[in-house]
Structures are given as C-alpha cells and as structure tokens.
C-alpha cells in the first residue's frame, strides 16, 4: 500500500515537474512574443516621431521669414521663396470698372510701368480697394492733388511679387495709422518713403474706401474715379528690358521689373480685363508687357 502511494507520489511529482517545465516555456513564448511586439511597436513609434519631426522641420521651413531689400545692385532677399500665388485676385471689383490703363505705356508725357482702372459710372469716389494678396508695406507717399489729399504704397509678398496702388484717397483705419507717419510731400509729388517696420495686409483686407480726384474729373458730380495698379516680379528683369535700346531709356525699377499683370490672372477676369476699353485715349492698348 506504501508502494503504491509511494509510486502515485512519483508520479504526481512527475506531473508537477512537466507542468513546471510547460509554465516556464509559456512564460518564455510570451516574453519573445511581447519583446518582438514590442520592437514592432517601437520601429512604428519611432516611424511616427520622425514623420512628426520632419512635418514640424517642414513647417518650420515653409514659415521661415523672408525679407526684401532694395540695394545699389538690385533686389535682394533673405530666407527661402514660397511659391507666388496663382493666379492673384483683383484689387477691385472688376464689374464696376469701365475701362483699363494698361501698363507699359506713356501717359500724360510720362512712362507708366502701372496699369489701373477707371470707374466712370460712379457717382461718388466710394469705391473699395482691397490687397490682391498676402503682402507687406514697405515704402509709401503722401501728397496732394487739387487739395485733395493722394496715396501711394507698394507692398511686397514673400514670393517677390510686389504690388503699387496709387490715388488711393480715403484708407482704411489700419493704414491710415501708417500714412500718418509719413512726410507731407508738396503738390503733385509722389516721391516714396521707405516704412518701417513693414506691415503685413492679408489678401482680401481692405486698403482703401474711396480712390481717385473729387474735382476737375469728367466724371458724374466733376469728380475722377481711378486706382493705379502694377505688379512686379522682383526675382528678375522683364523680357522688355532684354532689348538694350528699351533698357537706356527705361532704368527704374519699377520699369524693368513691371508685368503685364492680366497674364496673373485667372482666365475668367483676364478676359474680362481685355474685353473692356482702354482707358488712355491716345496710347490706348499699347504696352511693352501686355502682348
């Protein structure tokens, strides 16, 4: 009886052992499952922070500034160029303009590297002008006109587009504060001060409430409403100034730098721009940008 209680406490003991040995194996499987998950799991988080890290090192580059800076030999800029908008908008609304300046042209015995729009059927000078795109302030001027109190800015976006709205009358809050730091200059002289520090206008923010002259106009009232509008690409010279005879007469650099800015726009409001008459009665569609 001892014998056999003997030989079952054997073999119980057997059992007891085999079930150690199974545990200990089990315990091992799943230390090795859970240490490959776990480098499955480390590789995909660490995947994950690099694709974080490089969005952020992206996203850190696309917002890098970026700063412009006329000098003896031209422009210059600091930081790396976005790309520049595609196409731009309009400064105004293009369906109560009735005929377009077109830039490149002379004008009243002058060369005009700007473009603009007349609004002839207006009855008063209220008309909105407002940023074409993200752009900064960068020089300006203040004068006058027949008592009537002239502006003229250019700003300039990041991409190297910059952008001149001239015989702007009433501004907007935000940039008459700008204006107001500026010289006086006498009659009918628009020479430019350099602002600082630049001011940023997003697109669609208003510039500007009324524009033009409010007497000795032809328009309703006697009054004259009109903008001054060029745009220019300060990453390189036109394709006018490549011809040497064009360049010695035209060396400003508004001049070599002005784009025939219906071609930046999108295909609706550029036909719309070219369907409308011209607005200088002798030079009339003629341009050294617009072909």
């Not at 079952?8 to 085999?18: D, V, W």
């Not at 545990?23 to 499955?40: D, M, P, Y």
């Not at 729009?117 to 960068?138: C, G, L, M, Q």
Request: charged residues 20%; glycine residues 10%; aromatic residues 8%.
């Amino acid at each position: 009886m001892f014998k056999n209680k003997n030989q079952t406490s054997r073999h119980g003991s057997g059992q007891e052992g085999l079930g150690h040995v199974v545990l200990i194996l089990a315990v091992v499987v799943v230390a090795v499952v859970g240490l490959a998950g776990w480098r499955v799991f480390g590789a995909k988080t660490n995947k994950a922070a690099d694709a974080n890290q490089t969005s952020s090192s992206q996203a850190s580059k696309s917002g890098e500034k970026v700063t412009w800076l006329q000098t003896e030999n031209g422009w210059t800029h600091t930081g790396n160029l976005p790309a520049c908008p595609d196409p731009i908008n309009l400064p105004v609304d293009i369906n109560k303009v009735t005929s377009i300046l077109y830039p490149g042209q002379y004008r009243g015995g002058e060369y005009k590297p700007h473009g603009g729009f007349r609004f002839d059927n207006e009855t008063s000078n209220n008309v909105t002008i407002s940023a074409p795109f993200d752009a900064e302030i960068v020089r300006g001027a203040h004068y006058s006109v027949g008592g009537d109190p002239q502006y003229v800015f250019d700003f300039i976006a990041p991409c190297g587009y910059m952008y001149r709205l001239g015989h702007l009358l009433t501004l907007s809050p935000k940039l008459k504060a700008i204006a107001d730091e500026l010289p006086v200059n006498s009659e009918g002289d628009s020479h430019d001060t350099q602002i600082n520090p630049y001011v940023e206008f997003k697109a669609g923010e208003t510039i500007a409430t009324a524009t033009g002259i409010t007497k000795n106009g032809s328009g309703i009232g006697g009054i004259n409403v009109f903008v001054d509008w060029g745009v220019y690409d300060l990453r390189s010279k036109n394709k006018a100034s490549e011809d040497p005879t064009w360049a010695a007469k035209h060396t400003a650099d508004t001049e070599t730098h002005a784009l025939c800015w219906f071609d930046l726009l999108s295909s609706e409001n550029e036909a719309k721009v070219r369907a409308l008459p011209p607005a200088d009665g002798q030079s009339g569609k003629t341009s050294d940008y617009c072909k």
